[in-house]
C-alpha cells in the first residue's frame, strides 16, 4: 500500500472482498485496537476481521 492511499487518521478504509469498513474512531474489538488508531498505524499482521483478507486489500472509502 502507498502512502498515497491513507490521508490521515480519520480516513476510512474499505475492504475490497467483503466491503468491511476500518473506521478509526471506531477501531478494531476483533484485534483489540483502540479507536484512534490510524489504517497507517494497524499492525502489519494485521488482516480483515470478517474475512481474513491482507491490508493491500483495502482501499480508501470515499465519502
Known sequence: MSD??????ATRMECGVCWHVYDPAEG???WQIPPGVA????????????????????LRLSE
Open 39 to 58: 489504517f497507517a498505524d494497524l499492525p502489519e499482521d494485521w488482516r480483515c476481521p470478517e474475512c481474513d483478507a491482507a491490508r493491500e486489500k483495502f
Open 4 to 9: 498515497n492511499d491513507v490521508t490521515d487518521a
Open 28 to 30: 478494531d474489538p476483533v
